[in-house]
């Protein structure tokens, strides 16, 4: 069980780098939380896609204050 989650890690990291890297917000721990709740959702836990769901909205509302107080 935990080869198929080290493997599901693996893809979703070579898989999603863009994503992760926009979630990390420059904090590789972050991104590799964040590839951790990706691949545990794909395998079927249902409280990692929750999670996985709220570091991007948080990620994204993030994102949308730094474009807004910087100007673009």
């Given at each position: 069980?935990?080869?198929?989650?080290?493997?599901?890690?693996?893809?979703?990291?070579?898989?999603?780098?863009?994503?992760?890297?926009?979630?990390?917000?420059?904090?590789?721990?972050?991104?590799?939380?964040?590839?951790?709740?990706?691949?545990?959702?794909?395998?079927?836990?249902?409280?990692a896609c929750w999670?996985?769901?709220?570091?991007?909205?948080?990620?994204?509302?993030?994102?949308?204050?730094?474009?807004?107080?910087?100007?673009?």
């Amino acid at each position: 069980m935990r080869i198929r989650l080290a493997l599901l890690v693996l893809a979703a990291a070579t898989l999603a780098p863009s994503l992760a890297s926009a979630m990390s917000l420059e904090d590789p721990r972050r991104a590799w939380i964040a590839r951790d709740y990706r691949a545990r959702c794909a395998y079927g836990d249902e409280r990692a896609c929750w999670r996985y769901e709220k570091m991007k909205r948080d990620a994204a509302r993030v994102m949308a204050k730094r474009r807004y107080y910087q100007g673009y």
